[in-house]
């Protein structure tokens, strides 16, 4: 990386020698050409033009450095902007000056990704030194990370902090350290306040890290794995979006803004063109990779925003919760369950048994607005009800958003594909998708206890709850067999994936059903009267029906049918 006091030290050292540029004898411009090493454009990088240097306006010409001193700048390619410098002291007219330009532009193209315009001006806005400096610092003490900011804001803070370098040396483009690891999918995915282009960009700059490990290494292949799920961002990438905000506080007439915008857009362009330059390579070998990257996780992702379309006031709602919730905003959560809770319902439906019931938990907008539903409830409630259905929220598969869908959708394109060929190069280990540590949520698919289960005999209200009493008598009850759905549930931690399973009545058995007596919260009891069959789990029911024939489903934890 650029280390200022090297840049310093070498700028001391070129002005010595006894042959200056202001000579510009032919034996000094032959030296000069002589010495030059012409730089190729590496992957995904464009070509340098041939011509004198383009990023002079501003320059002041200095006589006082060698034609040797030149060279040696220029050879240093992890800093071409002394050397971009020092060639505004030499005559553009010259070739070989000519040549050492189209070297000095194709250094920095190759390490920013800039088309030929832009890369003028970065190094142009980068040359303004005194501007450049102090453009850092005002922006940086602007984009100040603060504890007291909600969860959501400040880790879009801190994100676009470290895209303009304000916690390093440089900014976050010129670093390629798989190291920096945070939720910003999960809020891409959804948010009360959606993230700025600013956000979604330095989101793709670590995502397209990748793209520029070296090949020998051969993690390529492995890396694309989750392309399905970056492929949302890195097709939104908005340069007019970037360019608005370029337009306003803290970012507007700022050098140093600018030229970071410019230079981390064109780095990222730069990584995703090499990722979909490898993705259409494995599709052209294996139409398998198309279906697997391409097709599968735009499915998922129509198939949510089709969803979501219908529901956007109830998602909004959720959002507002969940971010007041993560403030510790205690009074602007108060009551959000009548809200929440109807606002679930819509999305969830009625259905005729409990198995549909559980499948429609996992139905992208119910799973979102339930896992809502049960952080308001343990948020403001110390109840049963609350521990009950964080239970049923454990048996659920979350969605949060359309990445969300993609990284499902994905996953079970992966396993029929396996299953077509066991030995399929598709690595589950890098398809990641880290939304699990953003609120309070589980999709283990974990079954639950066996159920107590009986007639109701009686349901007596006393206070917030209801006790009820069983029938005392021995009964028969249906066995249950299951079989896998080949609907996905998650990969748990062996990298194995888990699937949910679709019961069956299996036949009848005589069992001593009766349960001992339950008191039930208010909000649990729906349904419950003389002679009605109910299924309890622990801290509550979690089926009513009408009768012991349980062709008739009246609730669902507590969830009128």
């Known amino acids: 990386m650029f280390q200022p006091s090297?840049?310093?030290?070498?700028?001391?050292?070129?002005?010595?020698?006894?042959?200056?540029?202001?000579?510009?004898?032919?034996?000094?411009?032959?030296?000069?050409?002589?010495?030059?090493?012409?730089?190729?454009?590496?992957e995904g990088a464009p070509r340098a033009p041939v011509r004198a240097p383009a990023w002079c306006k501003e320059i002041t010409p200095d006589p006082g450095y060698s034609v040797g001193g030149f060279v040696q700048a220029i050879e240093n390619a992890n800093n071409p902007f002394l050397a971009a410098k020092i060639a505004c002291s030499f005559p553009g007219t010259e070739?070989?000056?000519?040549?050492?330009?189209?070297?000095?532009?194709?250094?920095?193209?190759?390490?920013?990704?800039?088309?030929?315009?832009?890369?003028?001006?970065?190094?142009?806005?980068?040359?303004?030194?005194?501007?450049?400096?102090?453009g850092k610092k005002q922006l940086c003490s602007a984009l100040v990370v603060s504890d007291r900011m909600p969860p959501e804001i400040q880790l879009f803070m801190k994100t676009r902090n470290h895209l303009f370098g304000c916690d390093a040396e440089y900014p976050a483009w010129r670093d390629n350290t798989q190291a920096w690891h945070d939720d910003t999918s999960a809020y891409l995915d959804q948010s009360a306040r959606p993230a700025d282009e600013l956000v979604r960009l330095g989101y793709i700059l670590n995502r397209v890290k990748?793209?520029?490990?070296?090949?020998?290494?051969?993690?390529?292949?492995?890396?694309?794995?989750?392309?399905?799920?970056?492929?949302?961002?890195?097709?939104?990438?908005?340069?007019?979006?970037?360019?608005r905000l370029l337009e306003v506080a803290p970012y507007k007439d700022n050098v140093y803004a600018k030229a970071v915008i410019i230079e981390s857009l064109a780095r990222a362009r730069m990584g995703i063109a090499i990722l979909d330059a490898r993705v259409a390579k494995l599709v052209a070998q294996d139409p398998a990779w198309k279906e697997v990257l391409i097709d599968a996780p735009q499915r998922g992702v129509d198939a949510y925003n089709a969803a979501a379309k219908q529901y956007s006031a109830e998602i909004a709602?959720?959002?507002?919760?969940?971010?007041?919730?993560?403030?510790?905003?205690?009074?602007?959560?108060?009551?959000?369950?009548?809200?929440?809770?109807?606002?679930?319902?819509?999305?969830?439906?009625?259905?005729?048994?409990?198995?549909?019931?559980?499948?429609?938990?996992?139905?992208?907008?119910?799973?979102?607005?339930?896992?809502?539903?049960?952080?308001?409830?343990?948020?403001?409630?110390?109840?049963?009800?609350?521990?009950?259905?964080?239970?049923?929220?454990?048996?659920?598969?979350?969605?949060?958003?359309?990445?969300?869908?993609?990284?499902?959708?994905?996953?079970?394109?992966v396993s029929k594909v396996l299953a077509d060929q066991p030995k399929f190069p598709?690595?589950?280990a890098r398809l990641s998708f880290d939304f699990a540590q953003v609120g309070d949520w589980g999709a283990g698919g974990v079954a639950p206890?066996?159920?107590?289960?009986?007639?109701?005999?009686?349901?007596?209200?006393?206070g917030d709850m209801v006790h009820v009493a069983f029938i005392k008598t021995h009964a028969k009850v249906m066995s249950?067999?299951?079989?896998?759905?080949?609907?996905?549930?998650?990969?748990?931690?062996?990298?194995?994936l888990v699937w949910e399973q679709r019961c069956h009545d299996a036949g009848w058995v005589t069992v001593n059903t009766t349960p001992p007596d339950h008191d039930v919260p208010l909000q649990l009891a729906t349904g419950i009267v003389p002679n009605s069959y109910v299924e309890l789990t622990l801290g509550g029911p979690m089926t009513v029906y009408k009768d012991k024939s349980k062709a008739t489903l009246v609730s669902f934890y507590g969830f009128p049918m």
């Open 6 to 42: 090297r840049y310093i030290l070498l700028a001391s050292l070129l002005v010595a020698g006894t042959a200056h540029a202001d000579h510009h004898d032919p034996e000094e411009m032959q030296f000069l050409g002589t010495s030059l090493h012409d730089v190729a454009p590496v």
């Open 95 to 134: 070739k070989s000056v000519q040549r050492a330009a189209a070297i000095i532009e194709q250094n920095w193209i190759n390490v920013s990704g800039l088309p030929d315009k832009a890369a003028v001006a970065s190094i142009a806005l980068r040359l303004d030194e005194a501007r450049y400096d102090a």
């Open 210 to 243: 990748p793209a520029f490990e070296d090949p020998k290494f051969g993690n390529s292949q492995n890396y694309l794995s989750s392309y399905g799920i970056d492929s949302i961002d890195y097709r939104a990438l908005s340069k007019e979006n970037l360019a």
């Open 317 to 413: 709602r959720s959002n507002q919760f969940e971010l007041a919730s993560s403030a510790g905003a205690k009074k602007q959560i108060a009551g959000c369950e009548p809200v929440l809770r109807a606002d679930f319902l819509r999305a969830f439906g009625t259905h005729a048994t409990d198995e549909a019931a559980l499948a429609a938990l996992s139905e992208p907008i119910a799973s979102l607005l339930f896992a809502r539903l049960v952080a308001c409830e343990k948020a403001t409630s110390d109840s049963v009800f609350a521990t009950t259905l964080g239970r049923l929220h454990d048996r659920m598969r979350y969605s949060r958003g359309p990445r969300t869908a993609a990284y499902f959708a994905q996953l079970e394109a």
């Open 426 to 428: 598709f690595s589950l």
């Open 449 to 462: 206890p066996k159920p107590d289960a009986g007639i109701v005999k009686s349901a007596t209200t006393k």
């Open 480 to 496: 249950r067999a299951c079989v896998n759905t080949g609907h996905l549930l998650m990969i748990d931690a062996n990298d194995q």
